[in-house]
């Protein structure tokens, strides 16, 4: 038996994590809205397959209600072709991306929808006039970007936060970035999260500012700066979703093996862990844009239809976290 056989033997026999049985996460998001309201939502540029798609769908699940925001004439020659049915829904003719973020965000902005949805524009083409300090969805929040993930190998919903739009952030960005996953994990049901700032290792060390900005942000929410959640770290990934691991290198948290929260530390890392999950792990994303006036949904050309509904079951489970109300 080969070295490598040996090894895969040993990790079928003691795994670090307990797979459950498959996807366990995402169909509770999308039922918990059905006693909801559909969320009124601008639905930028859609002009792929799943973009049109993703909205329709998103449509006939009762999440959303949308306003199709783009050339009025190319959306329908596209939703004729795929075979769906726009004629219910309003339209914002538009013919350049840009105009059309711009007429999305001054829809949400004047209160006119409850969520903004990307379709198959950049999304710095959407997020730019959403930032704009004087026209845009600004809040006292830094707005920062959320990947829910459904996985069977892991038995519990897992946030990783900022994988898509704070680059390098620093301390006081992250602050707001740890405060806006708390404030997701309770509107998705988690009413304590367990929050994992993670690093290559578990002890501060003055040549890593990944480890010195986990101690300090465990000590703010020790002082009451970021509050809802239990904070760890340095926490190493590991140790962070298996409690084996955390058994191994003698580490006694609340936060290790049981994190609902991963704190990465930069976009890079994120968004590279984010994709081995997906890739590798098998894992399902759904995405978020949080900290802006409404919520904004990111869906990928890559998306599955149950990820689509997700991101939209999200943004509708924000929403009433913030604005509670019941369907009559």
Same mark, same amino acid.
């Given at each position: 038996?080969?070295?490598?056989?040996?090894?895969?033997?040993?990790?079928?026999?003691?795994?670090?994590?307990?797979?459950?049985?498959?996807?366990?996460?995402?169909?509770?998001?999308?039922?918990?809205?059905?006693?909801?309201?559909?969320?009124?939502?601008?639905?930028?540029?859609?002009?792929?397959?799943?973009?049109?798609?993703?909205?329709?769908?998103?449509?006939?699940?009762?999440?959303?209600?949308?306003?199709?925001?783009?050339?009025?004439?190319?959306?329908?020659?596209?939703?004729?072709?795929?075979g769906?049915?726009?004629?219910?829904?309003?339209?914002?003719?538009?013919?350049?991306?840009?105009?059309?973020?711009?007429?999305?965000?001054?829809?949400?902005?004047?209160?006119?929808?409850?969520?903004?949805?990307?379709?198959s524009?950049?999304?710095?083409?959407?997020?730019?006039?959403?930032?704009?300090?004087?026209?845009?969805?600004?809040?006292?929040?830094?707005i920062?970007?959320?990947?829910?993930?459904?996985?069977?190998?892991?038995?519990?919903?897992?946030?990783?936060?900022?994988a898509?739009?704070?680059?390098?952030?620093?301390?006081?960005?992250?602050?707001?970035?740890?405060?806006?996953?708390?404030?997701?994990?309770?509107?998705? !049901? %988690?009413?304590?999260?367990?929050? $994992?700032?993670?690093? #290559? @290792?578990?002890?501060?060390?003055? &040549? +890593? *500012?990944?480890?010195?900005?986990?101690?300090?942000l465990?000590?703010?929410?020790?002082?009451?700066?970021?509050?809802? !959640? %239990?904070?760890?770290?340095p926490? $190493?990934?590991?140790? #962070? @979703?298996?409690?084996?691991a955390? &058994? +191994? *290198?003698?580490?006694?948290?609340p936060?290790?093996?049981?994190?609902?929260?991963?704190?990465?530390?930069d976009?890079?890392?994120?968004?590279?862990?984010?994709?081995?999950?997906e890739?590798?792990?098998?894992?399902?994303?759904?995405? +978020?844009?949080?900290?802006?006036?409404?919520?904004?949904?990111?869906?990928?050309?890559?998306?599955?239809?149950?990820?689509?509904?997700?991101?939209?079951?999200?943004?509708?489970?924000?929403?009433?976290?913030?604005?509670p109300?019941?369907?009559?």
């Amino acid at each position: 038996m080969s070295d490598l056989a040996t090894l895969a033997e040993a990790v079928a026999l003691d795994p670090l994590v307990d797979h459950p049985a498959d996807y366990h996460v995402f169909h509770k998001f999308i039922q918990r809205c059905k006693d909801l309201p559909a969320v009124t939502t601008a639905v930028v540029w859609p002009l792929s397959d799943v973009a049109m798609k993703g909205a329709v769908e998103a449509a006939l699940a009762g999440l959303i209600e949308p306003t199709l925001i783009g050339p009025r004439d190319q959306m329908n020659a596209l939703a004729a072709r795929i075979g769906v049915d726009i004629s219910a829904y309003p339209v914002v003719d538009t013919d350049t991306e840009a105009k059309a973020a711009e007429a999305a965000v001054a829809i949400c902005r004047a209160g006119n929808a409850q969520a903004l949805m990307k379709g198959s524009l950049h999304t710095d083409e959407l997020l730019k006039p959403a930032m704009a300090r004087d026209t845009g969805l600004r809040t006292a929040r830094r707005i920062s970007h959320v990947f829910i993930m459904d996985t069977p190998a892991y038995a519990r919903t897992l946030l990783i936060t900022d994988a898509a739009i704070n680059i390098t952030p620093e301390l006081e960005d992250k602050v707001h970035i740890v405060q806006n996953a708390i404030d997701l994990a309770h509107a998705l !049901g %988690i009413p304590e999260p367990k929050v $994992a700032l993670l690093s #290559a @290792v578990e002890t501060v060390s003055p &040549k +890593i *500012k990944s480890t010195l900005d986990a101690a300090a942000l465990c000590k703010m929410a020790d002082r009451g700066q970021i509050t809802g !959640g %239990i904070l760890d770290g340095p926490l $190493a990934f590991d140790t #962070a @979703v298996s409690q084996k691991a955390a &058994k +191994i *290198k003698k580490l006694v948290s609340p936060v290790t093996g049981v994190a609902d929260i991963l704190v990465v530390p930069d976009l890079e890392s994120g968004n590279m862990l984010a994709k081995q999950l997906e890739y590798l792990g098998g894992a399902q994303l759904a995405g +978020i844009v949080l900290g802006a006036r409404v919520p904004t949904i990111l869906t990928s050309r890559a998306d599955s239809a149950e990820t689509r509904l997700t991101s939209c079951a999200v943004a509708v489970l924000l929403h009433y976290a913030a604005h509670p109300a019941v369907k009559v």
